[in-house]
């Protein structure tokens, strides 16, 4: 956004978001976002804001992980100084949502559960998963009241979109649900499945939520949250909660050291200079490597993160190829080192970053809006790797 900056908040002005026994403070959440939140990327951001606030895990599909898959095994390993810990869940099959659940309950596997029913791609959506699947009211209420069930005393929460389409909305509907299967927790991202992540978030959509959701269940809002700035604005202008913060923080990590300032009534932000960019970009391959096991495996997974690390600095296209080709941690630092370090952190870098890609016809399955309280079960190839919400 670019409106007038927000000032800052007074100590009183908000309190800590609370979700079942946690206490959150600042009222700040890492949204999940696959292949990008996962372990090093949670420790970066958690050693900015001092330990304070609550990161979520990439999205864990409920049938890897009741299968025991590898790879989702790798993915809700959590670092000793995570606490609490978090994963967020994708499933469509109340059953296996609800197994998922007890699982992470009986082995003490998390401290709190999240559902995703905002990812909109195409392949998920086709199937009938992500943000499809609220439009399925009874579906959606299976969902909930079996991971509810199954949890145990760790607090189950729903993070989800405004709807399909602007002629399909739902979040009104699953809000409503969701406090009636005693949910802790609701986030929304105020677009449809359709915006994808284009045009503007819609934080109207979060005040009306926040106003027909009982009080005592917080209603969290994400979308177009790309400084402390705009953190603040929205939880005054909607009266949410607290605040989900996805791509704003992409290559950015030190966002969340500025969220935890302006709730805490400072105006300190942080404005890294490259030489300091630099340092972080090669901390975090670094520890990609030591996660994955393979110096070499590191570097290249967090190819994805250069341009974001390096947006708005001078570096040059030919330098930008070569970071962005990098194989080793050796490598990756040279080329680095080849950047005019000096460089201060540039008026552009606080503004929208990641995918932008807006406008979509939302894929469904054939009569999927037929009758919004039909229970058939997406097929069990809607779970997906792919996240998003």
């Known amino acids: 956004m670019t409106a007038t900056p927000a000032p800052t908040a007074t100590t009183d002005e908000f309190a800590p978001l609370t979700i079942g026994p946690m206490q ?26 001092g330990g304070k606030g609550l990161y979520v895990s990439e999205m864990i599909t409920t049938r890897a992980l009741v ?63 992500g943000s499809a699947l609220p439009y399925k009211r009874n579906l959606l209420r299976e969902i909930l009241r079996e991971a509810v069930a199954n949890a145990g005393d760790l607090p189950v929460t729903m993070k989800m979109r405004k709807g399909i389409d602007d002629d399909h909305l739902t979040y009104l509907d699953a809000g409503r649900i969701g406090a009636e299967e005693g949910v802790a927790a609701i986030a929304l991202h105020g677009r449809t499945a359709a915006q994808h992540y284009g045009g503007t978030a819609d934080w109207s959509a979060i005040a009306r939520l926040r106003e027909s959701v009982p009080a005592h269940i917080p209603v969290l ?24 913060v996805g791509r704003g923080c992409l290559g950015r990590p030190w966002l969340f050291k500025d969220l935890v300032a302006i709730f805490e009534g400072e105006v300190d932000y942080a404005r890294p200079s490259f030489a300091d960019v630099s340092r972080a970009m090669v901390r975090h391959a670094q520890l ?45 630092a040279e080329t680095l080192s080849m950047v005019e370090q000096s460089q201060l952190w540039p008026a552009g870098a606080d503004g929208p970053r990641g995918r932008t890609s807006g406008n ?19 097929s069990a190839d809607a779970e997906s790797d792919t996240s998003g919400g």
């Open 67 to 129: 299968e025991r898959n590898a790879k989702t095994m790798q993915l809700i390993k959590f670092d000793a100084s995570e606490k609490p810990r978090s994963i967020q869940l994708y499933g469509v099959d109340p059953v296996t949502v609800g197994k998922a659940a007890r699982m992470i309950a009986d082995e003490n596997l998390a401290d709190h559960i999240d559902l995703n029913f905002g990812c909109p791609v195409p392949k998920v959506t086709r199937k009938g998963g």
């Open 360 to 378: 979509n016809r939302v894929v469904l399955p054939e009569g999927w809006l037929d009758d919004p309280y039909d229970c058939a079960l997406p």
């Open 24 to 49: 959150v403070w600042p009222p700040v959440v890492l949204a999940p976002m696959a292949g990008i939140t996962n372990a090093p990327f949670r420790t970066l951001c958690r050693e900015q804001s």
């Open 221 to 244: 809002g994400n979308g177009d949250i790309w400084s402390a700035d705009d953190a603040v604005r929205m939880m005054r202008e909607t009266g949410c909660d607290g605040v989900v």
């Open 288 to 332: 990609l490597g030591e996660w994955l096991g393979d110096e070499a495996r590191g570097v290249i997974d967090f190819r994805k993160h250069v341009a974001w690390y390096t947006k708005g600095f001078s570096v040059g296209s030919e330098l930008r190829v070569k970071l962005a080709n990098s194989s080793s941690l050796a490598e990756l």
